[in-house]
């Protein structure tokens, strides 16, 4: 079962005051987003399954994959993935025509990377006017990256990381422990959304490069914690002073 996209991701503006007649328009940043997020969600969790999700994520912050994955300096692996439509993009392509922000989410059943997504694509102007690309990778299948690009209204390429091949390159993927897994499996069966060969306990980090017309990552987000995300403000910002 998909997560539905939460009201407060749909606009991250808040209007809080009235000066001189006129409402002040306030952005709400992803970090703001997703800590409400996690608060609300922790208040009707269960304290034992949300003690088996803390132990699980930081079983993966003790892996040292944070630290082993692809840094800023590196060299971005190139790739050839399919997008929703079955249209092969391949990054060294991309790259021709600009800067390339890659993130990874997990899926659409994934309420904290529906919410990262629908900031990614209220900053996806602002991206684009600094001549870089927004590309997001995922191990779902083809049918649920489609149908989460949808839900979402993204704007941008969505494509599918089958098997977690370009993740490995990248060094991003972890393996859930037992006890997470099985948590997730009456609702988000991996299986089901990625494919047998995909895994049932493997995902990809959360992570944002972006990376230059020379294929060197110069910008990196990597966490453990999937409700800690990239913001794209500073991302936006990192962009500019690129130009």
């Given at each position: ?14 209007f ?37 999700y ?46 390339v ?83 997730y ?5 991996l ?23 020379e ?29």
């Amino acid at each position: 079962m998909k997560a539905s996209l939460q009201p407060l991701a749909i606009s991250a503006l808040l209007f809080t005051s009235i000066t001189g007649g006129l409402w002040a328009e306030e952005e709400i940043s992803l970090a703001e987003q997703l800590s409400t997020r996690a608060a609300a969600a922790g208040k009707k969790s269960d304290p034992a399954r949300s003690a088996e999700y803390a132990r699980g994520i930081q079983v993966v912050a003790n892996s040292g994959i944070v630290e082993a994955a692809k840094q800023v300096g590196d060299k971005a692996p190139d790739f050839t993935l399919k997008n929703a439509s079955g249209k092969e993009v391949k990054l060294s392509e991309m790259l021709k025509d600009g800067p390339v922000v890659l993130t990874w989410y997990r899926g659409g059943w994934c309420p904290y990377c529906n919410i990262a997504m629908a900031a990614f694509q209220q900053k996806l102007p602002e991206i684009e006017a600094t001549g870089a690309q927004l590309v997001a990778l995922t191990p779902e299948l083809p049918d649920h990256s489609k149908d989460t690009k949808k839900e979402n209204n993204l704007e941008f390429e969505v494509l599918t990381d089958l098997n977690h091949q370009v993740a490995d390159q990248y060094g991003l993927v972890f393996e859930l422990t037992p006890e997470v897994a099985e948590l997730y499996k009456p609702k988000n069966d991996l299986i089901k959304f990625n494919g047998e060969d995909a895994g049932a306990r493997k995902l990809p980090l959360a992570a944002t490069y972006v990376i230059d017309q020379e294929g060197i990552i110069r910008w990196a987000f990597l966490n453990a914690n999937y409700r800690e995300r990239a913001e794209p403000s500073e991302v936006v910002e990192f962009l500019k002073e690129m130009k």
